[in-house]
């Protein structure tokens, strides 16, 4: 007689991970229905869940249209600033020189408000998605950086030397000991940075206040503030929630990925 040991589905501690979470979403989500309904709270003043349904699926064609744009920018400056920051990263761990030079400049950037810098960025480049795509990467680039760096200098001094006394050259040393001791943090800089490039997208798409068919999901919400729409609010927050959601699982897919064989992270 053959006896099945399949473990039961909530055993799967991956499955409780996902599960969990989505149970205690929805029970939220009901409690605020049933609250707001048994209080009558108006709909100009806090929305229901279902009157923001309601106005995802009446205004879906603008609604994911803004989408759209404003995944776009996000992606395109997450992407930059990816670039821009690991080369900066590997530049650093070169000469310390360098970095004593740039870092300084690096944290400037990082710690100046994007609503500051965003008016003079768009003024200066009259592209207008360029402009955002700047003022998003400029927030997004300094975890990439910052963790690339860290995770490049975090090697064994004894594996270092170890190299030096093969007589590997520094391309070497960077390729085989300094990159994959520096995954780990980079994957961890990515996650950060997906949501800081969307975060800064959206902050520069309210200063920019672009409208029409370049129109992004901060121009649907201020739209909706200026008319007291707020069903529509809270529907282009939701979608850039579940935009940030995404990147941030995402980029853990990678993470694991890539790491789920050696590092113990990931297992």
Partial sequence: MEVSMTKPLFDNPAMRRAVWPVLLGLVVIGAWEVCFRQFAVPVWLAPKPSDIAIVLCQQWPALLGSFWVTLKVTLLAFMLAVCIGTAVAFLFVQSRVIESCLMPWAILFQVTPV??????????????????????????????????????????????????????????????????????????????????????????????????????????????????????????????????????????????YFLRHWHESAQ
């Fill in 115 to 256: 609503v500051a810098i965003a008016p003079l960025v768009i003024i200066w480049i009259h592209n207008t998605t360029l402009a955002l795509v700047v003022c998003a990467m400029l927030v997004a680039v300094f975890p990439v950086l910052t963790n690339t760096t860290l995770g490049l200098r975090s090697v064994s001094p004894g594996l270092v030397n170890l190299f030096r006394i093969n007589q590997a050259t520094r391309w070497q040393e960077l390729m085989r000991l300094r990159l994959p001791a520096a995954l780990p943090h980079f994957f961890s800089g990515l996650r950060v940075a997906s949501g800081l490039a969307l975060i800064g997208a959206v902050v520069a798409e309210f200063v920019a206040g672009t409208g029409g068919t370049g129109a992004g999901l901060a121009w649907q919400i201020l739209q909706a503030g200026f008319q007291l729409n707020l069903p529509l609010m809270f529907a282009a927050l939701f979608l850039i929630t579940c935009t940030g959601l995404g990147l941030f699982c995402l980029m853990s897919l990678l993470s694991h």
